[in-house]
Nanobody, 127 residues
């Protein structure tokens, strides 16, 4: 079964850090583009960070550049999102996803031919 399971969400004060994990099962990280998205209440999901393990190509949303870092541990088949200098406006549900194509759009990116979503992890940043 193809599955993504996020963990690591929680409550943090502004300026703090959190690391989200996305455990991949049913396929390997090399098989697809892996990305992190977030969803604010009443809004559509937006791309945060994504990468291709096979060629190292990485993209970040403008809103998180310099603060968030996507990485992976291929031995653990896990993708991480290190989030530093968190702001209250980063409060959202964060999802990981796998796809075969990415399209850059102003300020962020879109996954095309998306294969699977994780269940989401809530990140709350208090002021």
């Amino acid at each position: 079964e193809v599955q993504l399971v996020e963990s690591g969400g929680g409550l943090v004060q502004a300026g703090g850090s959190l690391r989200l994990s996305c455990l991949v099962s049913g396929f390997t990280i090399d098989d697809y583009l892996i990305g992190w998205f977030r969803q604010f209440p009443g809004k559509e999901r937006e791309g945060v960070a994504c990468f291709s393990s096979s060629d190292g190509d990485t993209h970040y949303a403008d809103s998180v550049k310099g603060r968030f870092t996507i990485s992976s541990d291929n031995a653990k088949n896990t993708v991480y999102l290190q989030m530093n200098s968190l702001k209250p406006e980063d409060t959202a549900v964060y999802y990981c996803a796998a796809a075969t194509r990415v399209r850059l759009v102003p300020g962020t990116f879109i996954f095309e031919d998306l294969r699977v979503w994780g269940q989401g992890a809530l990140v709350t940043v208090s002021s």
